[in-house]
């Protein structure tokens, strides 16, 4: 541990690499004494050889079923995921030699698998089922290990079984993922989708609300299974409509790298552009590389795909947009279809958000006028103000007129399920905006300088003012780092504040 400026370091004395080595040795031939004699020692259970693999994972790969109990009932990370990526790969990413990597893979960890695959993201279940070792496989399912987890080639461990065991796996996938929708289902019981946005997103209950409500359908089977979902989020810059998209692939997927698909359609304003999106044809350039539509959906065709400003994208991409909508599959340049039926697709765009902003400020006034009256006659100043929400009239007169002029489709505005308006910050949402982004810098001072941050409740309005319509929540984090940050950086450069890197 590093101590202050002085570079002073503590290690402890009972550390040794060689302890962990035998803890690994033991865990590949079965040598149950030294491996109780290691985990009595201190050795961490879950530690992993310079390469990558765990003690679960040799002992798995090496049929060891007695040290797969051991380990797991010393707190083994049962669904943890082979780092060794192949020898090739691995020699060049560690700057070692090609033969040491394949001479260390094959005499700690096993010789009977192909050096030339790779195992990044292998669980126990999937060496064990490479070892065809019905008793590994069993005490793993039993201890309640994921069989849906998936290396990085996206395959699961029943895809490398044999018969028996592949009955084995089929059988408890089907209960395991029963159990998994039964917590899934309480988990959102007890903690509601609406909830967990509003973590991460400062006003906006109108748009997480629909959306919420839209998913929840979804979830439950109360939808059009025919075609995918499709949202057009509409507002100004800077107010959340990106992040709730982020969001709502995050909960989704929990937080799977690929699930979340994020393009920006003015790189589309070009006819050509349009076989940007799904690969060109036969015969012309780029055909080899495909779609970056069409490929990303091909890893996951479940993702939330956000498509970015897309009043400018050319009108030949909005054909394919809306075949898209309309069959839920999309065809590429190879001529290969893509079933993406269960994906969710969301548009955001700024047209109307002048008008939107307007009316939102209107309704606004109109709300805080009967707030007042409220208060005058009964004197509860803890009202709040209406949530206001947008008229229907003002959709159909204003808004959609604005959208049928620009996109002169029906048929496109007409696949969409829900329009989305987004609201430009209140008061009360901007000072909050403000406190968190003062939170997350008082965060940063304290854990990389030892400074403690502290502000009155003027601060916070007087911050508020640098709010930009045209720029959101943005406008308070350059306005933060213009007044504030940019202060205690200057007087830490003149020596007035001292700061003590850790």
């Given at each position: 541990?590093?101590l202050?400026?002085?570079?002073?370091?503590a290690v402890s004395?009972?550390?040794?690499?060689?302890?962990?080595?035998?803890?690994?040795h033991?865990?590949?031939?079965?040598?149950?004494?030294?491996?109780?004699?290691?985990?009595?020692?201190?050795?961490?259970?879950?530690?992993?050889h310079?390469?990558?693999w765990?003690?679960?994972?040799?002992?798995?790969?090496?049929g060891q079923?007695?040290?797969?109990?051991?380990?797991?009932?010393?707190?083994?990370?049962?669904?943890?995921g082979?780092e060794?990526?192949?020898?090739?790969?691995?020699?060049?990413?560690?700057?070692?030699?090609?033969?040491?990597?394949?001479?260390k893979?094959?005499?700690?960890?096993?010789?009977r698998?192909?050096?030339?695959a790779t195992?990044?993201?292998?669980?126990?279940?999937?060496?064990?089922?490479?070892?065809?070792?019905?008793?590994?496989?069993?005490?793993?399912?039993?201890?309640g290990?994921?069989p849906?987890?998936?290396?990085?080639?996206?395959?699961?461990?029943?895809?490398y079984a044999?018969?028996e065991?592949?009955e084995?796996?089929t059988?408890?996938t089907?209960k395991y993922?029963?159990?998994?929708?039964e917590?899934?289902a309480?988990?959102r019981?007890?903690?509601?989708?609406e909830?967990?946005?509003?973590?991460?997103?400062?006003?906006?209950?109108?748009?997480?609300s629909?959306?919420?409500?839209t998913?929840?359908?979804?979830e439950?089977?109360?939808?059009?299974?025919?075609h995918?979902l499709?949202f057009?989020?509409l507002?100004?810059?800077?107010?959340?409509?990106?992040?709730?998209a982020?969001?709502l692939?995050?909960y989704?997927?929990?937080n799977?790298t690929?699930?979340?698909?994020?393009?920006?359609m003015?790189?589309?304003?070009?006819?050509h552009?349009?076989?940007?999106?799904i690969?060109?044809?036969?015969?012309?350039?780029?055909?080899?590389?495909?779609?970056?539509?069409?490929?990303?959906?091909k890893?996951?065709?479940t993702?939330?795909?956000?498509?970015d400003?897309?009043?400018k994208a050319h009108?030949?991409?909005?054909?394919?947009?809306?075949?898209?909508?309309?069959?839920g599959?999309?065809?590429d340049?190879?001529?290969?279809?893509?079933?993406?039926?269960?994906?969710?697709?969301?548009?955001?765009?700024?047209l109307?958000?002048?008008e939107?902003?307007?009316?939102a400020?209107?309704?606004?006034?109109?709300?805080?006028?009967?707030?007042?009256?409220r208060l005058?006659n009964?004197?509860?100043?803890?009202?709040?103000?209406?949530?206001?929400e947008?008229?229907?009239?003002?959709?159909?007169q204003?808004?959609r007129?604005?959208?049928?002029?620009?996109?002169?489709?029906?048929?496109?505005?007409?696949?969409i399920?829900?329009?989305?308006?987004f609201?430009?910050?209140?008061r009360?949402?901007l000072?909050?905006?403000?406190?968190?982004?003062?939170?997350?810098?008082?965060?940063?001072a304290?854990?990389?300088?030892?400074?403690e941050?502290?502000?009155d409740?003027?601060?916070?309005s007087?911050?508020?003012?640098?709010?930009?319509?045209?720029y959101?929540a943005r406008?308070?984090?350059?306005?933060v780092?213009?007044?504030?940050?940019?202060?205690?950086?200057?007087?830490?450069e003149?020596g007035?504040?001292?700061?003590?890197?850790?």
């Open positions: 541990m590093l202050g400026s002085f570079g002073l370091i004395c009972d550390y040794s690499p060689y302890k962990e080595e035998k803890f690994l033991a865990a590949q031939y079965g040598n149950v004494l030294e491996l109780k004699k290691a985990i009595a020692n201190g050795v961490n259970v879950n530690s992993r310079s390469l990558g765990t003690a679960l994972q040799v002992a798995a790969i090496n079923a007695e040290i797969l109990k051991i380990l797991l009932d010393n707190g083994a990370d049962i669904n943890a082979d060794f990526t192949n020898v090739n790969r691995l020699s060049t990413k560690k700057g070692m030699n090609f033969m040491e990597v394949l001479m893979r094959e005499e700690e960890f096993s010789s698998l192909n050096n030339a195992f990044q993201g292998f669980t126990a279940l999937h060496y064990a089922v490479l070892a065809d070792s019905k008793a590994c496989v069993k005490i793993l399912l039993d201890k290990i994921d849906t987890i998936e290396n990085e080639a996206g395959h699961r461990a029943i895809e044999k018969e065991i592949k084995m796996l059988e408890y089907i993922d029963e159990l998994l929708k917590k899934e309480e988990e019981r007890r903690f509601p989708l909830q967990r946005l509003k973590q991460h997103i400062v006003g906006q209950e109108g748009p997480i629909i959306v919420a409500s998913i929840r359908r979804k439950n089977g109360w939808i059009d299974e025919e995918p499709v057009l989020f507002g100004s810059s800077g107010i959340g409509k990106t992040e709730l982020k969001q692939a995050a989704i997927h929990k799977k690929n699930s979340f698909i994020r393009l920006d003015s790189e589309y304003q070009e006819k552009e349009a076989a940007k999106l690969g060109a044809p036969p015969g012309y350039i780029g055909h080899d590389s495909g779609g970056q539509l069409t490929k990303l959906l890893q996951c065709p993702a939330v795909v956000l498509f400003e897309v009043d009108p030949d991409v909005l054909t394919v947009l809306l075949q898209l909508f309309d069959e599959r999309l065809t340049g190879k001529g290969k279809t893509i079933e993406c039926k269960e994906a969710i697709f969301i548009m955001t765009s700024n109307g958000n002048k939107i902003a307007e009316h400020i209107q309704l606004r006034a109109e709300s805080a006028k009967l707030l007042k009256h005058e009964t004197s509860d100043e803890d009202q709040e103000p209406e949530r206001i947008i008229s229907r009239k003002f959709k159909d204003v808004v007129p604005i959208l049928k002029a620009h996109f002169r489709r029906d048929e496109f505005l007409g696949r399920n829900e329009i989305v308006y609201l430009p910050f209140s009360a949402e000072l909050k905006l403000v406190t968190r982004e003062l939170e997350a810098w008082a965060t940063r304290k854990e990389r300088h030892m400074i941050l502290k502000w409740r003027e601060v916070l007087v911050l508020a003012d640098g709010y930009d319509v045209h959101g406008s308070i984090k350059y306005e780092e213009r007044r504030v940050v940019n202060q205690l950086a200057a007087a830490h003149r007035l504040i001292s700061m003590h890197s850790l």
